[in-house]
């Protein structure tokens, strides 16, 4: 481009009198070199801004939409231009959304208010786009602009907001493909999804994010357990939830994991019934041994029987202590405060127990939670 080196109130006054729509292009991208140099002079620069102005306004779309693309890589443009670009029509403001760095993120909130779909997916695409505008497009917007912002690995997503779009979309594939082809994910939000997503994706969500197999592995088996105790939650009587118990045990699925995590969250008749499989008693014998036996030995034993491993002894006996002390009745408290008592008791436990150590706790929280 040519290169100008200065304006006069001549080039204002000869520009607003002429027709030619050609002829205000050429001067546009002219005068766009000059006011991004960084030693133009303040006249200059004001003198710019004033054909600008009239440029913003002219009749020819042709002429804002190249005003437009000259402007969207400029700095510090004045605020009445700003807004003039982006109310202006998609084809001339969305450029300008996409990629002008001056935007607050107050004019970013004021556009996707606006309610014009493509003009919130502009927002949504901008490079480095705050956490707090991410979380507004989630809240404000349709599905569609959500998945643009997930596809833009550039912008700031927090993890309440991760949340946020899996329970707003828990049913809609698109939405979790598109978490799952995203650069970063928390271990939180891997975990709470990967139960919903099909063999395949979850073999994706697994390589993208480079998860060591163990770690992977404690994923998918963390997230199993816990649809199964859902599953056991939902049933009410203690021969369905023996039915349920049976078939794990017949597929080898009866994990020690499993049976300990179900007492820390208070389905006390899957743990019990999976003891009457696991130890090969009656379920009266083991309800004796839970309940009404005042040595601990007597319920180590059975435990030991049921092949639990010893370092998660301590959540179960914590787990039955809470069940003492509150007298606990599902109908009359819920699964989550139940666990967190459990929690506390573990915690109270390790601080009891000389050789109780910190990993020790770390790992039965991390069976719990």
Not at 130 to 155: E, F, P
């Amino acid at each position: 481009m040519v290169k100008v080196k200065s304006l006069s109130q001549d080039d204002v006054a000869k520009l607003a009198q002429s027709p030619s729509a050609e002829n205000k292009i050429e001067t546009v991208n002219k005068l766009s070199v000059l006011y991004n140099q960084p030693d133009i002079s303040l006249t200059e620069r004001k003198l710019a801004e004033d054909i600008f102005r009239l440029m913003v306004v002219d009749v020819e779309i042709k002429v804002r939409q190249i005003l437009s693309e000259c402007l969207k890589n400029s700095k510090d443009i004045p605020h009445d231009l700003v807004q003039k670009l982006i109310n202006d029509e998609n084809s001339v403001s969305i450029p300008f959304i996409k990629y002008y760095e001056g935007l607050s993120d107050r004019d970013l909130l004021g556009i996707i208010n606006a309610q014009n779909v493509d003009k919130q997916k502009a927002v949504a695409q901008r490079r480095n786009l705050s956490g707090d505008v991410s979380d507004y497009i989630v809240n404000k917007c349709n599905q569609d602009v959500v998945v643009t912002l997930i596809s833009n690995n550039s912008a700031t997503i927090r993890e309440n907001t991760f949340q946020n779009i899996i329970d707003k979309y828990k049913d809609v594939n698109e939405v979790k493909e598109t978490l799952v082809n995203r650069d970063e994910l928390p271990i939180t939000v891997i975990t709470k999804i990967l139960n919903s997503l099909s063999e395949d994706l979850q073999k994706r969500l697994i390589l993208k994010h480079n998860l060591p197999v163990d770690v992977a592995s404690d994923i998918i088996e963390k997230v199993r357990e816990k649809a199964t105790l859902k599953v056991s939650a939902e049933f009410s009587s203690d021969k369905q939830i023996e039915a349920l118990v049976r078939e794990l045990y017949s597929s080898n699925k009866l994990t020690p994991s499993l049976v300990v995590r179900s007492i820390c969250m208070g389905d006390l008749k899957f743990f019990e019934y999976a003891l009457v499989y696991l130890a090969n008693l009656p379920i009266t014998e083991v309800r004796k041994i839970l309940y009404n036996s005042q040595v601990d030995f007597v319920v180590r034993n059975l435990l030991r029987k049921a092949f639990i491993p010893k370092n998660l002894f301590p959540a179960v006996f914590s787990a039955l202590k809470v069940i003492k002390d509150i007298r606990f009745d599902m109908r009359k408290s819920n699964a989550q405060t139940f666990t967190h008592k459990v929690i506390e008791r573990i915690l109270s436990y390790a601080n009891a127990e000389e050789d109780f150590d910190k990993k020790d706790v770390e790992y039965l929280i991390s069976k719990i939670d």
